[in-house]
């Protein structure tokens, strides 16, 4: 039933791929795969294996990724992406030696990938358990691990009608989970093969942290002025955040959006009522005019954060809510959209304060105004933020020293 499915859905993503991008670089990069594989994957090395979804998954596994080049030199990593979303920001990253797509999970696709590649090991990040994947890695005697994943009382595993498809989770060498409930989730399933590890995404943004760049042109346009730092934000976050700050003369504004195109790009302009400028058409002297800087590109957000004396993140009006962490880590207070009760670093900053929920704009400009004018409040908000960042790094660590490299 479940190869049925597989073979439905692949059938369904190259019907779309006839109309819509990203399914036809999904598409066009799994039929590579093999062709990859074959050319790059040298006979005689011992490869480790790295699956992440997406680019979210991939920062997860990046820690111990880089930790393996660093200690143990003698392996190769593959790293494979399902999405676009990641494979295509991440197929040039020098810390893996071969990056691809993960063909869909059919029985021949299974074979073809397992023979070409044949890792010695393989780390799955966060939700990634491929039925058939996962058993032939079992029949074959290659130890799988599960890094980060966190499971919740509602996810198919348990529930009645996937009592057969939760036999996947049997094939799992080692699971190193986020926390102590989705340990006794996995017990009820009789898996004690399982460690509270945390995340290690925590390790990675405290790596961005302290190799943060310098962007001389962020700083110029900061200045001595108070600054919000949006990032990945979506047009509902917008609505916010551009009626806000066209209000509030006192105030720069940093907009990262999640989505940028031309049409996007354009159209949060055209919302702009003060000052603003892209940062790839930026000179010194034009973002020192600006009260708006528009961040027209990628890779950046991670270190424009360090500019910021308030950090609003986006995708929690729609989609749920980005990379928390990412901001948190520079010990400011962290605003969230209300989509954000799949996300456990959310859930954990808003009980003990570094993130603050805005249900509506009326709420946001309450918060605002409270930080804006309340320094002891800004600072308390921001210092409960970076210390929950700091007190729940170590996870690679944990996960590095138990597993036989």
Same mark, same amino acid.
């Given at each position: ?10 059938? *369904? ?15 066009? $990069? ?20 790295? =699956?992440? *979804? @997406? ?5 997860? $596994?990046? +820690? ?70 996962? =058993? ?19 996810? !198919?595993?348990? #529930? ?5 498809? @939760? ?6 060498? =080692? ?22 590890? $945390? ?10 942290? #302290? ?19 949006? %990032? ?16 509030? +003369? %006192?105030?720069?504004? !940093? ?5 940028? @195109?031309?049409? =996007? ?7 702009? @009522? ?7 058409? *930026? ?47 520079? $010990? ?20 003990? %304060? ?24 800004? #600072? ?5 933020? %970076? ?15 138990? !597993?036989?490299?």
């Amino acid at each position: 039933m479940y190869s049925c499915v597989l073979y439905l859905y692949a059938f *369904a993503v190259i019907l779309a791929s006839l109309f819509h991008s990203k399914a036809r670089l999904m598409v066009k $990069g799994q039929w590579n795969t093999f062709r990859t594989l074959r050319k790059d994957i040298r006979r005689g090395e011992r490869y480790v294996w790295f =699956h992440a *979804a @997406s680019l979210g998954e991939f920062e997860q $596994g990046r +820690p111990l990724m880089e930790r393996l080049r660093r200690e143990h030199p003698e392996y190769k990593i593959l790293l494979t992406f399902f999405s676009p979303s990641g494979y295509e920001v991440r197929k040039h990253y020098e810390g893996a030696d071969v990056v691809c797509y993960l063909p869909f999970d059919t029985p021949g696709n299974v074979r073809s990938f397992l023979r070409l590649a044949h890792p010695c090991m393989a780390f799955f990040i966060k939700y990634e358990f491929w039925n058939n994947y996962l =058993h032939a890695c079992r029949r074959r005697g290659i130890p799988v691990y599960s890094v980060s994943s966190i499971f919740r009382e509602g996810q !198919v595993f348990f #529930r009645w009608y996937g009592r057969c498809y @939760s036999d996947v989770l049997h094939c799992v060498t =080692h699971f190193f989970v986020q926390n102590e409930d989705s340990r006794e989730l996995l017990a009820r399933k009789g898996i004690t093969n399982v460690t509270v590890a $945390g995340d290690t995404r925590f390790d990675r943004v405290l790596d961005v942290c #302290r190799q943060a760049k310098v962007l001389p042109l962020v700083q110029a346009f900061k200045g001595q002025s108070v600054v919000q730092v949006a %990032g990945s934000t979506w047009p509902p976050d917008e609505d916010l955040l551009l009626s806000y700050f066209n209000a509030r +003369p %006192g105030l720069k504004l !940093v907009l990262a959006p999640h989505v940028v @195109s031309e049409e =996007h790009l354009r159209e949060i302009e055209g919302r702009l @009522s003060r000052p603003f400028v892209r940062y790839t058409q *930026a000179t010194p002297e034009r973002v020192a005019d600006a009260d708006c800087l528009i961040i027209d590109c990628y890779g950046l957000l991670s270190s424009v954060y360090r500019y910021g004396e308030v950090a609003y993140v986006g995708g929690g009006f729609g989609v749920g809510i980005h990379n928390v962490p990412e901001a948190a880590v520079y $010990g400011v207070p962290v605003l969230i959209g209300p989509n954000n009760e799949k996300f456990r670093e959310a859930q954990d900053l808003l009980r003990e %304060g570094g993130c603050l929920e805005v249900a509506d704009a009326d709420a946001y400009g309450q918060v605002m105004d409270r930080l804006l004018s309340d320094e002891a409040f800004l #600072r308390e908000r921001g210092r409960i933020a %970076g210390q929950y960042i700091a007190k729940n790094a170590g996870a690679t660590d944990l996960i590095f020293r138990s !597993v036989a490299f």
